[in-house]
C-alpha cells in the first residue's frame, strides 16, 4: 500500500479509536451523549425507552430501542469490518 491509501486508512480508522466502543444517542432534553455499547444491561419501554447499564443505572433517552439496536449493530458491524479488512 503506497502512503496515501496508508494515510486514507488511518482517517478512516480514526472515528473508531475516537469514539471506541460509544453510540450517539440523545437525553430527554436532546443533549447529545455516547455510551459505551458494551455497558447495556436492558432495555425497556413505558412511555419513554429506559437503558438500564451493567451498574444498575438508568438512563432516558429519546431513541426507540429498535433505533438503539440497530446503532450498535451498525458499530459492530463497522469494527469486524475494519478488522476484516486489517487481516487482509
Request: charged share 25%; with cysteine; proline share 2%.
Given at each position: 500500500?503506497?502512503?496515501?491509501?496508508?494515510?486514507?486508512?488511518?482517517?478512516?480508522?480514526?472515528?473508531?479509536?475516537?469514539?471506541?466502543?460509544?453510540?450517539?444517542?440523545?437525553?430527554?432534553?436532546?443533549t447529545?451523549?455516547?455510551?459505551?455499547?458494551?455497558?447495556?444491561?436492558?432495555?425497556?419501554?413505558?412511555?419513554?425507552?429506559?437503558?438500564?447499564?451493567?451498574?444498575?443505572?438508568?438512563?432516558?433517552?429519546?431513541?426507540?430501542?429498535d433505533?438503539?439496536?440497530?446503532?450498535?449493530?451498525?458499530?459492530?458491524?463497522?469494527?469486524?469490518?475494519?478488522?476484516?479488512?486489517d487481516?487482509?
Amino acid at each position: 500500500m503506497n502512503k496515501a491509501g496508508e494515510i486514507g486508512r488511518a482517517i478512516s480508522l480514526l472515528p473508531l479509536k475516537v469514539g471506541m466502543n460509544m453510540i450517539q444517542l440523545h437525553n430527554i432534553s436532546g443533549t447529545s451523549f455516547y455510551l459505551n455499547c458494551d455497558l447495556i444491561y436492558r432495555m425497556e419501554v413505558n412511555y419513554d425507552t429506559i437503558i438500564t447499564l451493567t451498574n444498575m443505572q438508568k438512563l432516558i433517552v429519546q431513541e426507540t430501542p429498535d433505533e438503539v439496536v440497530q446503532k450498535v449493530i451498525e458499530y459492530r458491524r463497522q469494527i469486524h469490518t475494519h478488522w476484516r479488512e486489517d487481516k487482509e
